[in-house]
């Protein structure tokens, strides 16, 4: 299974890009999503299949554009080339770094990572 390390590459890029992201993604995935399915799952199997069936089919949607994007991208329409015809939240993590970055603790983060770019380590 060779999936699993590329996708470990983007995750270690964009927490690299952005401090806060890690904390998010596990606070995400590990807590609100299981809570979520348990809840959907209290209503009955109609309620998780009604609510979920349209994320699952939305999410392979947009895993097939990603790879068709990549692929073959002369297959797609021209506005489907690219994600830049979604709003700029729907598909860069930047404006929620620039609100990420006015709490305290991320800002102390920003600071952190600044200053130990400037110190060099030798590699091993």
């Known amino acids: 299974m060779r999936s699993p390390i590329p996708l470990a590459k983007i995750l270690g890029e964009t927490t690299a890009k952005y401090r806060w992201f890690a904390a998010l993604y596990v606070a995400v995935m590990f ?17 998780l299949v009604g609510v979920g069936g349209p994320f699952l089919l939305a999410l392979i949607a ?39 970055m006015k709490l305290p603790c991320c800002s102390l983060c920003r600071m952190a990572a600044e200053t130990s770019d400037e110190i060099e380590i030798p590699p091993f």
């Open 31 to 47: 807590c609100i999503f299981p809570l979520l399915v348990f809840l959907l799952s209290l209503g009955g199997t109609w309620v």
């Open 62 to 100: 947009a895993v097939v554009i990603n790879i068709l994007q990549r692929k073959r991208s002369n297959c797609l329409p021209p506005f489907l080339r690219n994600w830049n015809f979604l709003p700029e939240p729907l598909h860069s993590l930047e404006p929620y770094d620039t609100i990420m």
